[in-house]
Structure formats: C-alpha cells, structure tokens
C-alpha cells in the first residue's frame, strides 16, 4: 500500500514563500510522475505543477515564474517551492504520485492572508 504525506503548509503573507513536501512510502516499483494540485472552496482541483521522473516538468499559467517543483527520486520525495504568494493561491495543496495507479495525499491548507 502507498502513502503519500504532504507537510509544509500554513498561513503567509502575500508576497511569501512556502515550501511543499510530499514523501511517498509503501511498495513502489517505479514513479511515473509526481506532482501537486489544489482545491479552492467552490472550486474544481486543478493542477498546479508536474514532475516525471526524467525531471520535465509541467506548470499551470497561473503559477509559472512563481513556484517550482523538484522531486528526489531516491527518496520518493516532490517538493513544491512557492514564492511571492497570493491571495488567489490559497487552497488546500494535494499530492498525487502516478505508477500506472494513482495515489493521493490527504491535502495541506495553504493560506495566503494579510
């Protein structure tokens, strides 16, 4: 079974920068992507940025120049880097890791807030 748990997140200025950890664990043979999405009340989950293994990366418009994700394949580990916060970021932030199955984390909230 895989587990997927996600820390960093909290409340920040706008303007401020958080840092996302995703860490996989269970039986994974081999990670196809890794990546992050977000839920804003009233709101469908959208993606915010991908990873494969190779190390292409894909972003959603909204967040490109501003956040970057990076992973550690030795230690099934996504990280998501998030820099000059908006209010409009604030969500709960979920990880999703892809072997073919598709696993997710339980979300952390992210809030961006004067």
């Known amino acids: 079974q895989v587990q997927l748990v996600e820390s960093g997140g909290g409340l920040v200025q706008p303007g401020g920068s958080l840092r996302l950890s995703c860490a996989a664990s269970?039986?994974?043979?081999?990670?196809?992507?890794m990546g992050w999405y977000r839920q804003a009340p009233g709101k469908q989950r959208e993606l915010v940025a991908v990873?494969?293994?190779?190390?292409?990366?894909n972003y959603a418009d909204s967040v490109k120049g501003r956040f970057t994700i990076s992973r550690d394949n030795a230690k099934n580990t996504v990280f998501l880097q998030m820099n000059n916060l908006k209010p409009e970021d604030t969500a709960v932030y979920y990880c999703?890791?892809?072997?073919?199955?598709?696993?997710w984390g339980r979300g952390t909230q992210v809030t961006v807030s004067s």
């Open positions: 999703r890791l892809s072997t073919g199955y598709e696993y």
């Open positions: 269970g039986t994974i043979f081999s990670i196809l992507t």
């Open positions: 990873i494969a293994r190779g190390g292409l990366t």
